[in-house]
């Protein structure tokens, strides 16, 4: 682990309240980690009986992660299974099939439920992941829908996982960042072939996907790896999405700071071994951004080689109950 | 499937609204059956990729199946798991691991949600079924707990399932069911090593644990199988637990009436062959309750030989909206 914290970040010291302060408690309680894999990285291994598979789920909410009342459900269901089928990606995993929970709003027509199922369905079946089974529930609340998935390693190779990056290694995205919310976040395109790809001819160190947004998911590498990072500002200035320059333009905030803190836009991060080759880079269309650091620390350098600290922060919940003490 | 249905059914005809109906629609678009498990069982198959494993995942929200207002927070996570354990049960599978979803109502305490953990947890390896993973999140509204579990097969026996009970099959219980409200909902006692031993000493045709009610579980085994059942008085009364005694005393309802509707007791229905060795049955703790049929009906035997038909009824979700039309 670092033996120094980040500047301005949300994570120095110990941390109280939030979803990570959460998962950092239960990590200490639930040390089950079969296979290996670490508590709170993409997917989990299932167990030694199990063999070599991996899980993950993820539970999405009316009004938090979508909102029905602008939004299809069949584009929703697919977002159901997107997310989860990204998690898959973010380990360079192939999917084998799903399960999903949900509890469908008592004001939810019978047309609008199937809608959803068969978006799960859709987006499953395109990543040949079949919807085996669940749980149907109804209540007087918004709609919640929870997606789980099993995936299986790609022939020998390994998982990728958060933890493997180290000092000096390149640090790449799968595509431009930023502004998801002007639509994208509705049509995630897990990059699931993608990862299979670039983890057999590149055998990335570590990968993720950017669901919370580049600066805190590239911490949680930097985290998981005991190390840090710094993000080129002309390469981060070439990976920002036309959608990052459209909503500054309505906010009024750069578009390197939508790149940066934005969520939901699902590409991966790779961290590959500075020898990696860069013709192999370049064929599966990696964005170069930075590299790993010795130095816990998170920067953005810019071309006369000044560095200055990014604030570590993005989506992150279970932080509500903490302001109000 | 039954050709006549079954008097006073809500299944009569088609059916257009509730759980069942969407579940019956989903069948016949999610026809992706993976080790032969069809659609709508205790637990579904995983994948041919993936060997023989299954699994399955209950939903449980505040307002319904649990009241945070009322109940401790290491009790609703003890549920949340043990629902799961019991659909394991109803299969006669080992536990293996399980994942957890959660929204988080955003006015829990940090600690309220590390005792729901520690309930899961607690739960899960009091069953050998450690708490590997999952998926935090919190929200404006009342908390949602999914809880995922993988199973396996127990050695080369193959998982009972709902669909294999023929007529003149015996129909036993695994305890005695009713008035579960009173409390014990709240601290059920997932049957996986009984019904492990169940699997071993009597090969059941099916089994399935009583979530919804006696009478709509035992509908379940009928429908999965083709046929009908029937429940003799005499052992119906012998099966009445004493909490439904006490419900009938202040709901006015007849103690039968709360044996037989009453859900949310997780005790197995295990139907065996005539032939099973009543030694063993005994040794088991199993307590008769009556017989399949070949007609698709369900019905109350009472000592003099007269049947009456039994209202098949019980607790299903996603029926709100039906009744505003």
């Not at 009004?63 to 990204?86: E, P, Q, T, Y």
């Not at 360079?92 to 027509?109: G, H, I, K, N, Q």
């Not at 499953?124 to 919640?144: I, K």
């Not at 990728?160 to 960042?177: F, K, M, N, Q, T």
Request: proline content about 7%; glycine content about 12%.
């Amino acid at each position: 682990m670092p033996d120094q914290p980040p500047p301005s970040s949300d994570f120095t010291g110990v941390p109280l309240r939030g979803e990570r302060a959460l998962i950092a408690r239960l990590a200490g309680e639930l040390r089950a980690t079969p296979g290996g894999v670490p508590f709170g990285d993409d997917l989990a291994g299932i167990g030694p009986e199990a063999g070599a598979l991996l899980w993950s789920t993820d539970m999405l909410m009316d009004g938090v992660d979508f909102r029905s009342a602008a939004h299809a459900w069949r584009d929703i269901g697919r977002k159901a299974m997107a997310v989860n089928l990204s998690d898959c990606a973010a380990c360079a995993t192939v999917p084998v099939a799903a399960l999903c929970a949900v509890a469908l709003s008592d004001d939810l027509s019978m047309d609008d439920a199937v809608e959803l199922f068969r978006g799960i369905r859709d987006c499953g079946e395109a990543f040949g992941c079949p919807l085996v089974g669940g749980d149907t529930n109804s209540w007087p609340q918004p709609t919640v829908v929870a997606v789980t998935v099993i995936a299986r390693p790609d022939g020998a190779r390994a998982p990728v996982l958060r933890g493997g990056a180290r000092p000096g290694d390149g640090i790449y995205l799968s595509g431009r960042v930023g502004g998801s919310l002007l639509g994208r976040h509705l049509h995630p395109r897990p990059r699931v072939r993608e990862a299979l790809e670039i983890n057999r001819r590149l055998q990335p160190r570590a990968m993720i996907d950017i669901s919370d947004g580049l600066v805190i998911d590239l911490w949680h590498i930097c985290e998981a790896s005991g190390c840090g990072a710094e993000i080129d500002a002309g390469a981060l200035d070439a990976v920002i999405h036309p959608d990052a320059e459209a909503m500054a333009r309505q906010t009024g905030r750069s578009a390197r700071d939508h790149a940066l803190y934005d969520g939901e836009d699902f590409e991966l991060i790779v961290v590959v071994p500075e020898e990696a080759p860069e013709a192999d880079i370049h064929e599966l269309g990696l964005l170069p951004l930075g590299r790993m650091l010795a130095a816990p620390v998170l920067r953005l350098r810019d071309g006369h080689g000044q560095a200055t600290a990014l604030e570590i922060r993005g989506w992150e919940h279970f932080r509500g109950a903490d302001a109000r003490g």
